[in-house]
């Protein structure tokens, strides 16, 4: 069995061993049920005969009362009988009948105590098998006691002892055999799936198993593997696009920075022109610096990914912090709130949030819908219920094409209508990405020329 728990041995041969091992024990229970249980038949069989025998003889010597001993003994010598070698009947203690002189039964008052109290007892004296009955007739007791050997059954019980051993030696050959094969069989899927599995690297992750025709539990891991492998593939395709684009984003401050850096050293500059430079130098330093936290963010690094662990804060209060914020920075916009309908409940409107990055998105979403507002105003809809709580974002606005709204929450993207805006293709990339770790929902949709960025949290 300490195979059977050692971690380094092949499920295979695990599984062909405690097969094995099973089907052995089943069988030599079943194999030893089956002969206790002939031999039980033999036994109880063998008493009916004895029985059949004593009464028999009883009836006809003291209740018939046509024959007598001497013709009873010859009917006995000249009967075939496969039961009783000797029968005896007693009236008390006197023997009144003996079917052979030649063999003899052991008996003292004792036995005839048991057969009195019990009416009817079965015991074995050696090899011979004896039964006593207490019978009367007319208030007479009398007393029978039969013994035999029961040769054909004990001839039976050997033949079936040894057909049985044989027969559990081949039942054991066979069954190891077919289980080997079988667990060969069964495994094969499994097999197949290790090859498949060991061809597969980062340089292939688009490889996919078959999810068909190898049973239901190797097919179901297959769908399962599939499915690693799609995120697999999707956070490896992101990884590389995100190296190419950060290097590409990162690039751009950091040319201006060198360039600003040598013309000013290579150049007899003023010091007005010094002071000039040193504004350009701190507005791509800042440039560099939202560029950098943006893609720490984005990059998931810093935050929880479980939203369950955030605190719970109130949906309402977290919009007017951002809307105070967006005020400072736009004080000409005008920033609308309102409610579809009216809480039954303040605990509606709580949610778990991490308020840094919740106020970081809800602060993208404004400035994105002030930045691209046709009038210059912005309305948002709360709407809470008890299944979930809902925001709306909604500026007046040119829509997007059907594939520019397909790539607005695709990091470094930016739609042709933000070209007159100052940005990096970010904003609705992190939001998106800052939601799905507060396991909310964002989509976007174009209504009665309004730009509608709805949120939805569960």
């Known amino acids: 069995m300490s195979l059977i728990k050692n971690k380094n041995t092949s499920l295979r041969f695990r599984f062909a061993l405690g097969f094995g091992v099973l089907f052995t024990l089943i069988l030599a229970v079943a194999l030893i049920f089956i002969y206790f249980s002939f031999a039980k038949f033999r036994k109880d069989e063998f008493y009916s005969r004895l029985k059949e025998k004593a009464i028999m003889t009883y009836k006809l010597l003291i209740e018939s009362k046509r024959i007598d001993s001497s013709m009873l003994r010859e009917i006995d ?16 203690s006197t023997i009144v009948y003996n079917s052979s002189d030649d063999k003899k039964i052991n008996y003292d008052n004792n036995l005839f105590a048991t057969i009195k109290a019990k009416q009817e007892y079965f015991t074995k004296q050696d090899e011979n098998e004896v039964l006593g009955l207490y019978t009367g007739m007319n208030a007479d007791p009398y007393t029978i006691i039969a013994y035999g050997y029961d040769r054909s059954g004990f001839r039976k019980m050997g033949f079936l002892k040894w057909a049985m051993i044989i027969a559990y030696f081949i039942g054991i050959l066979i ?61 490896f395709s992101f990884q590389k696009d995100f190296v190419h684009y950060a290097s590409h984003e990162l690039r751009t401050p950091l040319a ?21 430079a040193l504004k ?12 950098t936290n943006s893609l720490l963010l984005l990059s998931g690094n810093k935050v929880n990914a479980n939203g369950q662990e955030y ?48 106020l970081m998105a809800f602060n993208n979403l404004l400035k994105n819908a002030v930045q691209y507002s046709s009038d210059n105003k912005v309305h948002i809809v709360v709407k809470v219920n008890e299944q979930e709580k809902e925001v709306r974002f909604m500026n007046a606005g040119s829509n ?16 042709p209508n933000s070209s007159t805006v100052k940005g990096h293709g970010l904003g609705l990339s992190l939001v998106k990405h800052i939601l799905q770790l507060h396991r909310a929902n964002i989509h976007y949709d174009y209504k009665e020329e309004m730009n509608i960025f709805n949120i939805t949290f569960s």
């Open 77 to 92: 010598k000249y009967t075939p009988t496969t039961a009783a070698r000797q029968v005896m009947i007693f009236r008390d």
């Open 175 to 235: 069954g190891w055999v077919a289980t080997y094969f079988f667990v060969k069989k069964a495994i094969r899927p499994l097999q197949s799936l290790k090859t498949n599995l060991d061809n597969i690297n980062y340089t292939n992750l688009d490889i996919r198993l078959p999810e068909i025709g190898r049973g239901e539990e190797v097919n179901s891991l297959s769908t399962n593997f599939n499915k690693m492998l799609a995120r697999l593939e999707q956070s």
């Open 256 to 276: 201006a920075m060198v360039s600003l850096t040598e013309t000013s050293l290579n150049n007899s500059t003023t010091s007005e022109e010094y002071q000039e």
């Open 280 to 291: 350009q130098l701190l507005l791509q330093q800042r440039n560099l610096t939202d560029i």
């Open 311 to 358: 605190p719970m804060l109130r949906l309402d209060e977290l919009i007017f912090r951002s809307i105070e914020i967006m005020k400072d920075l736009f004080p000409s916009v005008n920033i609308e709130m309102n409610f579809e309908g009216s809480p039954s409940n303040e605990n509606l409107l709580l949610i778990h949030a991490n308020e840094p990055l919740i």
């Open 400 to 415: 997007f094409s059907s594939q520019e709204t397909e790539k607005i929450f695709t990091p470094f993207y930016r739609a």
